[in-house]
């Protein structure tokens, strides 16, 4: 049979004139885009947008909360248990090296009759600052300024011994280069190691501000995701009552609960906080501050009064072009300062157990001021032994009063550091369980949300 004829290759039909191009292929995103558009234009689709939305308010609303309460109660645990007493154990090292130089010049002076007491005093003073200054390498940031200052005490400690000790060997011999020696120990005390020891204790009051400036601002952006949840939450349900006539939704109302109890816990309690560490920082950080200065003022001026004995005049310091015994004239600066100081530890204290001690250091330091005036007269005219015996004596001597000023203070300081621990402590207490409990309290709200809104979802199906 004959082939059949082969059909000729068809050639594309052109497009008719004026017809559209063909479009690209349309990316996944677009026709998700689409979909969600498309969807958001149904009652179904709202629901599941706006319980989306309500979802994910209350979450970050929790979320935001428990962060901010957890910094804020971290800030306050460090006041309580970090920064404040680090600023108190810098304190007493600057308060121990002062009594270790005062215990050695009244050692010095009572010659190889040095009692007992004096060298137990001043060892304790020495091992003390020395165990100070463990603790406060320990808690040093490494690099800081805090810590080249530790280190330069550290080095200086074993000097400041080594010519104490060389200045009452040489006493003892009864030859005069001990007082040279004694005085050269005191001036390393107070030209290097005192400014070193005040320098840390400065600093560790700036790390303590800072703990307080974290610990006690309000959490506004969790207080304004807060309301914003609690807004949205408040505007579903309206808008479902107005649809269905329905008055409440349990899932809504549940969700509206636990985020209002969630920003009640956070407003009510930190404003306690607030409360309980500003009062911890007026009524025990400043009187402790006040109180830690007077006490170093008693110390330096009692170390004066005493090298104005071992020097006999050596030392002299001219001011308005009149001359003065420098141990004497900077003894009468220190006794000024430690006035100025215990009457405003007066003011600061707010109940009889601070003003107690703060009143009978007043009074030792009366009696301190005559008995010294005593002692400089005799001392100014010649008779040393009985200007020794005013001094360092066993009754009447201004030894005793400085002792009263010490032992005062140290009860006032005591008493402070109770009350600081007991405000701190509670404004610590009164953020526990918040950071845990936002998180809770938004995970059931943020359930209570799709939940109500699946409610009205199931109405469709």
């Not at 998700?32 to 319980?51: F, S």
């Not at 008995?371 to 005013?390: C, F, I, V």
Request: glycine share 10%; charged share 20%.
């Amino acid at each position: 049979m004959p082939a059949a004829p082969g059909i000729p290759r068809q050639s594309a039909r052109p497009a008719p004139m004026g017809s559209p191009a063909p479009s690209a292929r349309r990316t996944a995103f677009a026709e998700g885009a689409d979909r969600l558009r498309a969807a958001a234009t149904t009652e179904p689709g709202r629901l599941r947008i706006i319980g989306a939305v309500l979802a994910l308010l209350v979450v970050a609303f929790g979320a935001v909360a428990a962060w901010q309460a957890d910094e804020r109660a971290a800030a306050a645990d460090d006041v309580l248990h970090r920064s404040q007493p680090l600023s108190s154990g810098a304190a007493d090292i600057y308060r121990s090296l002062a009594d270790a130089n005062t215990a050695a010049s009244s050692g010095f002076l009572a010659g190889g009759q040095e009692s007992a007491n004096a060298r137990d005093r001043y060892e304790k003073d020495i091992s003390t600052a020395a165990a100070g200054l463990v603790t406060a390498a320990t808690n040093a940031d490494p690099g800081s300024a805090s810590e080249s200052t530790i280190t330069k005490l550290n080095r200086l400690l074993p000097e400041y011994k080594g010519l104490v000790e060389r200045a009452r060997t040489y006493n003892r011999q009864g030859y005069p280069v001990g007082g040279a020696y004694l005085r050269y120990a005191n001036e390393k005390m107070q030209k290097e190691m005192l400014p070193a020891a005040e320098d840390l204790y400065t600093k560790e009051n700036q790390r303590l501000d800072a703990d307080y400036g974290d610990a006690t601002p309000y959490p506004w952006i969790a207080i304004a995701l807060g309301l914003l949840a609690l807004a949205g939450l408040g505007w579903a349900q309206r808008r479902t009552f107005r649809r269905t006539n329905r008055v409440l939704n349990h899932g809504l109302v549940a969700a509206s609960t636990a985020t209002a109890v969630a920003l009640l816990w956070l407003v009510v309690g930190h404003a306690v906080a607030r409360t309980e560490l500003t009062g911890s920082y007026d009524h025990g950080v400043r009187s402790l501050t006040v109180l830690h200065d007077a006490r170093i003022a008693s110390l330096k001026a009692r170390g004066n009064e005493n090298l104005s004995l071992v020097a006999r005049g050596a030392e002299t310091i001219t001011v308005d072009g009149k001359p003065y015994d420098a141990y004497y004239y900077a003894f009468d600066q220190d006794l000024a300062t430690l006035g100025k100081g215990l009457t405003r530890a007066g003011q600061l204290a707010d109940d009889q157990g601070g003003r107690t001690p703060v009143q009978a250091a007043r009074s030792d330091m009366a009696v301190w001021k005559q008995r010294h005036a005593s002692a400089r007269t005799e001392d100014e005219n010649g008779n040393y032994q009985q200007a020794l015996d005013k001094v360092i004596g066993a009754k009447g001597a201004t030894g005793q009063c400085f002792d009263g000023v010490d032992s005062s203070l140290a009860r006032a300081i005591d008493h402070e550091q109770a009350e600081f621990q007991r405000a701190a402590g509670d404004g610590r207490d009164a953020m526990a369980g918040l950071p845990a409990g936002a998180v809770v309290l938004a995970v059931l709200g943020a359930v209570g949300a799709v939940l109500g809104i699946g409610r009205r979802l199931s109405e469709y199906r």
